[in-house]
C-alpha cells in the first residue's frame, strides 16, 4: 500500500502533534541519555516514559552487549504507542559532514515505522549539526511508488531537535530545502514514460509558476530551435527521440544583482547508450541520468523559496535530451558543431553527457556573464572508483571554489572531494585527426573522470574570465536503487556561502 510520507521541521516538542503513532529520539553515541534531557522529558509524549528506559544503551562498557536500541510503550493521548532510541555513529573524519549524515539517515529510518503518524526528536550539539542531521532524515521517505494494493495513505513525520541553540535553528529553512530534495528524489525515480524531455518542461513551467516570483523566468529552446541556434550537442543527442530535446534556462535576478552563478545539469531522460548500445545490467536504472539537471532544478528551487543569496542572480541551465536508437540516431564517427563554435568526433555515442553539458556551459559563459559556472552531472562511472558511492568527484580550475564546494558539503551532507585537474596533459587523451576533439577517451585507465571534466571545460567561451566547477556525482545520485536528492543542498548551499 503506497504511503505518502510529509516531513514537517518544526518545534513539536513543545507542542506535540495530535494523533501520533510512534515517536523516537535518536542522538551520537553516548548523548541519548533521558534523564539528562529535561527538554524532551518535559513534553508530553516522553514524559510517561521512565528516565531509566535509555540505560540499556549505555551499559556497552559494563557489559559488552549495549542494544543498538530501545522500545518502551508509553500513553499518549490515551493511545499506547512505541516510543524509539536510538544512536548514530559519532566519528566525523577530515572527509566527512559535520555530523555522520549516513549514519543519521539508517537510524531515523529504523526508528520510524513504515505508517503512521510519527515524532522524531533529533539530539545534535549545534544548530548546524540540526541542519545536516535534518537533510540527511528527509531523504529516508521518496515520494515516487506505482505500487497499487489496498487504499493509499498520507502520514507525517514531524521532526524536531533536542540542541543548545535551539532558536539558531532555521525551519523554514530547513523545511524548503527538505522540500527541493524531496523533489529531486522524485523527479529520479520516475521513469522516462513519464518523465521525458516534454513533461519534464511542463513540471518546471509548474514550478516557476508555484514559487509565483517575479524575479523569475523561464526560457526554453526546443526540437529544432536548438538545430537552427547552433546546440549541435543537445539536438545531436537528443534528435532521434520520441520527444525533442530542449534545453530550459531559469534565472532569478534580482534588481540589485552583483553576482552571477550559473548552473548547468545533465538531463538525459533515458541513456540507453545510444548506438553504443548498453549492455542489460548497464542500462537498468538509467531513468536515473537527468539526477543532474533535477539537482540544479532542486537547487533554483529552494533559492527561490527561502530568497537565499538576495543579491545574487542565478540561473540554471537544464540540458534535456533522450540518448534513443532510431534512423536518426547520431552515430559514431559523426562530427557534431557544438555550440562553443568546436567541433566534436563521435567515438563513443555512450558519452552523451558531456557533449549536452559543453552546449549549456557555452551558452552560459557566452550570454550570462557569470562569476562562477557549475556543471553537475552522472556523468562517468569511474567516479565511483575515484571517490566512492557517497561522496561526489568534484574539478574546478579554482581554489577558492573547491575550497567553498567542500565547506558546502561538510554543511549539508551532500559531500564532494576533489579529482585531479590538469587539463595540460589530460586533453591530448581527446585527439582527433578529423576534428577539434573526439567526445571518449583513448585510455580509460587514465584520470577518466577528471578528462571528462577537462572536455566540458573546453567548450567555456574563449573570453570567460570566471570560475569553473565540474561536479560529478554518479555515485552518490542513488542508493539501492532510489535517488537520494544529492546536489540540491549542495548547490544551495554554495549559492549561500559564495
Ligand atoms: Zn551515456
Redesign the pocket.
Given at each position: 500500500m503506497p504511503v505518502t510520507t510529509h516531513v514537517k521541521f518544526g518545534l513539536f516538542l513543545a507542542e506535540t502533534p495530535a494523533d501520533l503513532s510512534a515517536a523516537a529520539l535518536i542522538g551520537a553515541k553516548g548523548t541519548v541519555q533521558l534523564a539528562e534531557l529535561p527538554a524532551v522529558t518535559a513534553s508530553s509524549v516522553f514524559a510517561a516514559v521512565d528516565a531509566n528506559a535509555t540505560a540499556p544503551l549505555h551499559l556497552a562498557e559494563e557489559h559488552g552487549s549495549a542494544p543498538a536500541s530501545v522500545t518502551v510503550w508509553a500513553t499518549h493521548d490515551d493511545k499506547l504507542i512505541p516510543v524509539a532510541f536510538s544512536q548514530f555513529a559519532k566519528e566525523t573524519s577530515r572527509h566527512m559532514a559535520i555530523v555522520r549524515t549516513d549514519s543519521v539517515r539508517d537510524v531515523a529510518n529504523k526508528v520510524v515505522p513504515a505508517k503512521g503518524n510519527a515524532l522524531l526528536v533529533v539530539r545534535v550539539e549545534s544548530a548546524a549539526q540540526a541542519y545536516a542531521a535534518g537533510l540527511a532524515v528527509a531523504r529516508n521517505w521518496p515520494l515516487y511508488s506505482r505500487k497499487t494494493g489496498a487504499e493509499s495513505s498520507e502520514r507525517t513525520v514531524y521532526v524536531d531537535f533536542v540542541v543548545a541553540d535551539e532558536s539558531a535553528v532555521d525551519y523554514d529553512e530547513l523545511n524548503a530545502v527538505a522540500a527541493a530534495i524531496r523533489d529531486v528524489q522524485r523527479r529520479v525515480d520516475t521513469p522516462c514514460s513519464e518523465l521525458n524531455t516534454v513533461t519534464y518542461v511542463e513540471e518546471v513551467h509548474a514550478l516557476v509558476e508555484r514559487l509565483d516570483d517575479p524575479t523569475v523566468s523561464i526560457k526554453v529552446i526546443q526540437g529544432e530551435e536548438l538545430k537552427e541556434q547552433g546546440f549541435g550537442g543537445i539536438y545531436g543527442v537528443g534528435k532521434a527521440a520520441e520527444f525533442p530535446p530542449a534545453l530550459v534556462i531559469l534565472s532569478r535576478v534580482p534588481e540589485n544583482a552583483d553576482k552571477t552563478l550559473a548552473l548547468v545539469g545533465k538531463g538525459?531522460v533515458y541513456?540507453s547508450?545510444?548506438l553504443s548500445l548498453?549492455p542489460t545490467s548497464g542500462m537498468v536504472g538509467m531513468k536515473g541520468?537527468m539526477g543532474g539537471s533535477a539537482a540544479v532544478l532542486g537547487a533554483f528551487e529552494a533559492i527561490v523559496a527561502t530568497k537565499a543569496a538576495p543579491e545574487m542572480a542565478v540561473h540554471a541551465l537544464l540540458c534535456l535530451a533522450e540518448?534513443a536508437i532510431d534512423g536518426k540516431s547520431f552515430k559514431n564517427d559523426d562530427i557534431l558543431h557544438m555550440y562553443s563554435g568546436k567541433t566534436v568526433e563521435i567515438n563513443n555515442t555512450?558519452?552523451?553527457?558531456r557533449l549536452v553539458l559543453a552546449d549549456g556551459v557555452a551558452y552560459a559563459t557566452q550570454h550570462l556573464n557569470p562569476d562562477v559556472v557549475i556543471d553537475m552531472a552522472t556523468l562517468t562511472g569511474a567516479q565511483l572508483i575515484t571517490t566512492g558511492i557517497i561522496h561526489a568527484g568534484i574539478v574546478t580550475d579554482s581554489e577558492e571554489v573547491e575550497t567553498t564546494i567542500l565547506k558546502s558539503g561538510k554543511a549539508t551532507g551532500d559531500l564532494v572531494f576533489p579529482m585531479l585537474y590538469a587539463p595540460e596533459i589530460l586533453k591530448s587523451q581527446f585527439d582527433s585527426p578529423v576534428a577539434d576533439m573526439k567526445n571518449s577517451v583513448k585510455d580509460r585507465m587514465n584520470a577518466q573522470s577528471s578528462c571528462a571534466a577537462h572536455f566540458v571545460q573546453a567548450h567555456l567561451a574563449k573570453d570567460y574570465k570566471g570560475a569553473w566547477l565540474h561536479v560529478d556525482i554518479a555515485g552518490p545520485a542513488e542508493a539501492a536503487s532510489r535517488g537520494t536528492g544529492f546536489g540540491a543542498a549542495l548547490l544551495y548551499e554554495f549559492a549561500k556561502q559564495f
Amino acid at each position: 500500500m503506497p504511503v505518502t510520507t510529509h516531513v514537517k521541521f518544526g518545534l513539536f516538542l513543545a507542542e506535540t502533534p495530535a494523533d501520533l503513532s510512534a515517536a523516537a529520539l535518536i542522538g551520537a553515541k553516548g548523548t541519548v541519555q533521558l534523564a539528562e534531557l529535561p527538554a524532551v522529558t518535559a513534553s508530553s509524549v516522553f514524559a510517561a516514559v521512565d528516565a531509566n528506559a535509555t540505560a540499556p544503551l549505555h551499559l556497552a562498557e559494563e557489559h559488552g552487549s549495549a542494544p543498538a536500541s530501545v522500545t518502551v510503550w508509553a500513553t499518549h493521548d490515551d493511545k499506547l504507542i512505541p516510543v524509539a532510541f536510538s544512536q548514530f555513529a559519532k566519528e566525523t573524519s577530515r572527509h566527512m559532514a559535520i555530523v555522520r549524515t549516513d549514519s543519521v539517515r539508517d537510524v531515523a529510518n529504523k526508528v520510524v515505522p513504515a505508517k503512521g503518524n510519527a515524532l522524531l526528536v533529533v539530539r545534535v550539539e549545534s544548530a548546524a549539526q540540526a541542519y545536516a542531521a535534518g537533510l540527511a532524515v528527509a531523504r529516508n521517505w521518496p515520494l515516487y511508488s506505482r505500487k497499487t494494493g489496498a487504499e493509499s495513505s498520507e502520514r507525517t513525520v514531524y521532526v524536531d531537535f533536542v540542541v543548545a541553540d535551539e532558536s539558531a535553528v532555521d525551519y523554514d529553512e530547513l523545511n524548503a530545502v527538505a522540500a527541493a530534495i524531496r523533489d529531486v528524489q522524485r523527479r529520479v525515480d520516475t521513469p522516462c514514460s513519464e518523465l521525458n524531455t516534454v513533461t519534464y518542461v511542463e513540471e518546471v513551467h509548474a514550478l516557476v509558476e508555484r514559487l509565483d516570483d517575479p524575479t523569475v523566468s523561464i526560457k526554453v529552446i526546443q526540437g529544432e530551435e536548438l538545430k537552427e541556434q547552433g546546440f549541435g550537442g543537445i539536438y545531436g543527442v537528443g534528435k532521434a527521440a520520441e520527444f525533442p530535446p530542449a534545453l530550459v534556462i531559469l534565472s532569478r535576478v534580482p534588481e540589485n544583482a552583483d553576482k552571477t552563478l550559473a548552473l548547468v545539469g545533465k538531463g538525459i531522460v533515458y541513456d540507453s547508450g545510444g548506438l553504443s548500445l548498453k549492455p542489460t545490467s548497464g542500462m537498468v536504472g538509467m531513468k536515473g541520468d537527468m539526477g543532474g539537471s533535477a539537482a540544479v532544478l532542486g537547487a533554483f528551487e529552494a533559492i527561490v523559496a527561502t530568497k537565499a543569496a538576495p543579491e545574487m542572480a542565478v540561473h540554471a541551465l537544464l540540458c534535456l535530451a533522450e540518448n534513443a536508437i532510431d534512423g536518426k540516431s547520431f552515430k559514431n564517427d559523426d562530427i557534431l558543431h557544438m555550440y562553443s563554435g568546436k567541433t566534436v568526433e563521435i567515438n563513443n555515442t555512450d558519452a552523451e553527457g558531456r557533449l549536452v553539458l559543453a552546449d549549456g556551459v557555452a551558452y552560459a559563459t557566452q550570454h550570462l556573464n557569470p562569476d562562477v559556472v557549475i556543471d553537475m552531472a552522472t556523468l562517468t562511472g569511474a567516479q565511483l572508483i575515484t571517490t566512492g558511492i557517497i561522496h561526489a568527484g568534484i574539478v574546478t580550475d579554482s581554489e577558492e571554489v573547491e575550497t567553498t564546494i567542500l565547506k558546502s558539503g561538510k554543511a549539508t551532507g551532500d559531500l564532494v572531494f576533489p579529482m585531479l585537474y590538469a587539463p595540460e596533459i589530460l586533453k591530448s587523451q581527446f585527439d582527433s585527426p578529423v576534428a577539434d576533439m573526439k567526445n571518449s577517451v583513448k585510455d580509460r585507465m587514465n584520470a577518466q573522470s577528471s578528462c571528462a571534466a577537462h572536455f566540458v571545460q573546453a567548450h567555456l567561451a574563449k573570453d570567460y574570465k570566471g570560475a569553473w566547477l565540474h561536479v560529478d556525482i554518479a555515485g552518490p545520485a542513488e542508493a539501492a536503487s532510489r535517488g537520494t536528492g544529492f546536489g540540491a543542498a549542495l548547490l544551495y548551499e554554495f549559492a549561500k556561502q559564495f
